[in-house]
């Protein structure tokens, strides 16, 4: 497996050890949280990419999709050796042919509603392998739960259509806007690449969608007048059925929904109606995966209850609206929100859930194209903020620096927005995460919400000043 410490790999090699296969793998020495998972399930990792680390009597190689296979030591040296090679898209769509599988899929949610899916497959009974695209706390950190053999549930990515590997019985649609920029230069490529995704659906497959989501009821009812034959299960507040969303009320600390077809109350401890929606769309799949057995007015409602409760004890996943703690009085939060639809949803959800704190907002772009693509969007999504820190983009690998467009742009841009101006807040500007420690230190203040996203490394920001806050109490 090389590139053994990616959160997808070490999933897929939980799964595969699970099934008695005999791994061994290799990534940079950097330590990651999966270092220990990987450690736990016995695969023998080697650091660095060495022709001569790769065993004499491999039968598969498995690579992350970040290495090239003309470029890779290992992956050279595996076809050199004739062995056979797979990406992790292929690889997982190799296991989603063994087995009854459901693919998650949209721009946004797909982490939290597979995570979500998960846990109330677990609390339904449901005899399910989940795999979410972060750690997750109801996995006990990891982001693989194995409670059988007989379903798989997966999230998949749109990135370069690697989705198209995958073989679906059941899809959760969750939303669809520009994104990925670099590789879908215009809404209908993206769009294109969604709906044809759908229709990997075989015949009486279901199709589990957001009405909510423009782009994904647009995608949604192309996929249906090309392929009647898919079953429609719409959730939301404009969907039609038993999970229309007819409620959501946020207080201090929790938010409770109800649903057109379920006469009771669902409680969430997680920010944002988003989530709610993630949450919605979780307990469809996961009823429709139990199938027969949710048939029975008495069966389906001691699924509903089970699904209540998972829902209820869900404490999120690795970087999406994640608690970091508290200290000094100020809440310390991170989230991987990285799009302008993404960053908006996610500060209205956390200023409905804590309206009486100051909500101090840390974003780090990522990709030159997405940001040059989405400025004006960007600057919008921020409007909610009391007092915003920006920082230079955060690059990808698979781009070059665009001069037209930076991080100090962007905070001119947010600067001149009416919204963050109308809160009485400010607009910062540092162009390394770290430069900005100082600054915040001595600004943060009792009743304060701070709050690092984007897909770079600012996290390392929030995680510098909850360790600054808790060492001050201590020596009080």
Not at 49 to 60: K, S
Not at 135 to 153: E, H, R, W
Request: glycine share 10%.
């Amino acid at each position: 497996m090389v590139g053994a410490k990616g959160t997808g790999m070490t999933a897929l090699a939980e799964i595969l050890a699970s099934m008695g296969a005999l791994l061994e793998g290799s990534d940079v020495a950097d330590i990651f949280y999966t270092d220990a998972i990987l450690e736990k399930i016995g695969l023998r990792l080697h650091v660095g990419f060495e022709p001569t680390a790769l065993p004499r009597d491999c039968i598969l190689v498995i690579h992350s999709a970040a290495y090239s296979r003309e470029d890779n030591p290992q992956l050279v040296e595996a076809k050199k050796r004739g062995l056979p090679i797979l990406n992790y898209p292929e690889a997982l769509g190799a296991l989603s042919r063994r087995q009854s599988s459901a693919g998650i899929s949209g721009v946004h949610g797909k982490t939290t509603t597979t995570a979500l899916a998960g846990a109330i497959a677990r609390e339904m009974g449901l005899p399910a392998t989940v795999i979410a695209g972060s750690a997750v706390a109801n996995f006990g950190g990891k982001s693989t739960m194995i409670a059988g053999k007989g379903l798989l549930v997966a999230e998949t990515c749109e990135y370069r259509r690697h989705f198209m590997n995958f073989s679906p019985d059941r899809i959760v649609l969750t939303s669809v806007e520009p994104d990925h920029q670099d590789y879908y230069p215009t809404y209908a490529d993206i769009a294109q690449a969604f709906e044809d995704y759908v229709r990997l659906l075989p015949r009486g497959g279901a199709l589990v969608w957001c009405a909510d989501d423009p782009g994904a009821d647009d995608v949604a009812h192309r996929a249906f007048a090309a392929r009647p034959d898919i079953r429609s299960i719409p959730y939301g507040e404009k969907a039609q059925g038993p999970f229309n969303l007819r409620s959501y009320e946020a207080s201090e600390g929790r938010a409770v929904f109800r649903l057109g077809g379920f006469d009771r109350d669902f409680e969430l401890h997680v920010p944002g109606r988003h989530v709610a929606l993630d949450a919605i769309a979780a307990l469809a799949l996961c009823l429709d995966l139990a199938g027969d057995d949710a048939q029975g007015e008495s069966r389906l409602r001691s699924l509903v209850e089970a699904g209540a409760r998972a829902i209820s004890a869900f404490a999120g996943s690795k970087r999406r609206s994640e608690l970091l703690g508290e200290a000094g009085g100020v809440v310390f939060m991170d989230d991987y929100g990285h799009h302008p639809t993404a960053v908006a949803k996610t500060i209205e959800g956390v200023r409905s859930f804590w309206p009486s704190r100051r909500l101090v907002v840390d974003f780090m772009s990522h990709t030159y194209s997405r940001t040059k693509a989405l400025l004006g969007e960007f600057a919008e999504s921020l409007d909610l903020a009391d007092a915003v820190i920006l920082h230079g983009i955060y690059a990808s690998a698979r781009e070059s620096k665009d001069p037209s467009v930076s991080g100090e742009i962007l905070a001119e841009k947010v600067a001149g927005r009416a919204g963050v101006a109308k809160h009485g807040g400010r607009v910062d500007f540092f162009e390394r995460p770290l430069d900005a420690f100082t600054a915040l230190s001595g600004s943060l203040r009792p009743g304060d919400l701070f709050l690092t996203m984007g897909a770079g490394d600012n996290w390392k920001l929030g995680e510098a000043l909850l360790r600054e806050f808790t060492s001050r109490g201590a020596q009080r």
